[in-house]
């Protein structure tokens, strides 16, 4: 399904979505330097394992940059009604646009967005009807390698063999515990927040 590019100009949203974006960069680069690459050499892991997170990672940032920039349901200036659903319509006491029941106003965006579920500062966009299963799809991937990556942190410090070839000389090597606990507090905090998000979003469309 084609979607229309939707840009939002909002400076706190750019610094939100820009610590996602922080996150992301960290744990992608520093996890396979530390644990994936250094194993998979020395034969702990397979190279599946290494595949895996990079596609976890790739599907993680794809669905965070598409529903940033996915139009949420905007409404048009000037939006044809037909004569059979003007019952449905009501006027926005805010923009004084005419729009469908269940929309709502953002003032962030400062349009009417249809089904408007809420304005998410971390995608720096609404979620409405035409990107609530990007946002979705953004909570799933996100839980998936928040979990990969506290598994791959657990496992390279108590189930994992001592590696044989670290050159502690490198940056990650010397600081190697330190790199891993703040790994290992953002994937924990990222993956409470996002769990409880996504449950919460399932529980509105299952009700």
């Known amino acids: 399904m084609r979607q229309q590019i939707h840009f939002v100009v909002d400076p706190q949203g750019w610094c939100c979505m820009g610590l996602i974006i922080f ?4 744990n992608t680069i520093f996890i396979p330097k530390v644990i994936l690459f250094p194993h998979y050499e020395e034969g702990n892991i397979s190279v599946v394992a290494v595949l895996c997170y990079y596609f976890c990672s790739l599907f993680c940032i794809g669905s965070l940059l598409r529903a940033s920039v996915a139009d949420p349901g905007k409404l048009p200036e000037n939006p044809k009604i037909l004569i ?21 106003h953002c003032s962030r965006c400062g349009h009417c967005v249809r089904r408007m579920d809420h304005h998410c500062p971390w995608i720096n966009n609404c979620v409405g009807e035409d990107n609530h299963w990007l946002f979705l799809q953004l909570c799933f991937y996100t839980q998936i390698l928040s979990s990969y990556t506290l598994i791959l942190d657990f496992c390279h410090c108590y189930y994992f063999l001592p590696l044989k070839k670290e050159n502690w000389d490198v940056f990650v090597f010397r600081h190697e515990l ?3 606990r703040i790994s290992a507090f953002m994937g924990l905090i990222i993956l409470g ?3 409880r998000l996504f449950y919460t979003q399932l529980m509105g469309i299952f009700t």
């Open 84 to 104: 059979t659903e003007q019952e449905y319509w009501e006027l926005c006491n805010k923009c004084n646009m005419m729009r469908p029941k269940r929309s709502h």
């Open 23 to 26: 996150i992301w960069l960290y």
């Open 178 to 180: 330190a790199l891993l």
């Open 193 to 195: 927040g996002i769990s």
